[in-house]
């Protein structure tokens, strides 16, 4: 079964609004996630590391007030794309690492976001 | 991390075996060469890891060469449902995770 939740999974939202999208593990602790997302038919591009108790690493060139990230817990970290736009409508993705050897990972089953 | 290429894509009978190449020249010595597959409109999926040996596990093999400088995917019974985009990824094991994707291989599994 799925090890990595996200709510919800697709959402529609107006031009202008906040969107939050959230990253579950389940039944393991995460202190470190992994946001990404992904256009249509392009690969996927990771956004940010969210780290449990301390502020979220951003890529480069991702805006930072503009996705804001929150780890709240060793099993929740949430994505929030504010003042949406039409360019921000993508596929978002989580994951979290399966154990010690953080490169293999779980992924969580993605939220599509359309901005209208 | 190394630069991996990969064929853009692939076909694939249903029941034969697929083997998936990718190559990975400026690969470091502490460097391990990982697969991820994503099926369409889902999230990735770990396949499989290994350094410099041959892996394998329930759900495909690796096979390294000895130079290290190319592996190849090799689900052996390919089904339908394999049908999806093969990524590989070279990176430093550790803990900071991060993974970078290429544009991998579509591979299609026909009937």
């Known amino acids: 079964g799925a090890v990595v939740s996200q709510h919800p999974s697709r959402v529609i939202c107006k031009s202008g609004t906040s969107v939050k999208i959230e990253c579950r593990s389940l039944d393991f602790q995460a202190t470190t996630m992994f946001w990404y997302r992904q256009f249509p038919k392009q690969s996927l591009m990771l956004m940010a590391t969210s780290n449990e108790g301390s502020k979220a690493t951003y890529e480069q060139g991702v805006e930072k007030d503009k996705f804001l990230i929150n780890h709240a817990s060793l099993t929740l970290s949430t994505l929030t794309v504010t003042s949406a736009h039409p360019e921000d409508s993508s596929f978002y993705i989580c994951?979290?690492?399966?154990?010690?050897?953080?490169?293999?990972?779980?992924f969580g089953p993605g939220t599509r976001l359309l901005v209208l | 991390d190394a630069k991996t290429t990969q064929p853009t894509s692939m076909d694939c009978a249903e029941g034969r075996a697929a083997n998936l190449p990718c190559n990975h020249s400026t690969i470091s010595g502490n460097e391990y060469v990982y697969w991820y597959r994503q099926i369409h409109s889902q999230g990735p999926q770990y396949i499989i890891h290994g350094l410099k040996n041959n892996e394998t596990n329930e759900m495909a093999s690796l096979i390294i060469t000895e130079d290290r400088k190319s592996s190849t995917l090799i689900l052996p019974h390919a089904t339908l449902r394999d049908t999806a985009v093969y990524y590989c990824?070279?990176?430093?094991?550790?803990?900071?995770?991060?993974?970078?994707f290429g544009q991998g291989t579509t591979l299609q599994v026909k009937p």
């Open positions: 990824i070279v990176s430093h094991a550790g803990n900071t995770g991060k993974l970078i």
């Open positions: 994951s979290a690492p399966r154990d010690t050897q953080a490169k293999t990972q779980y």
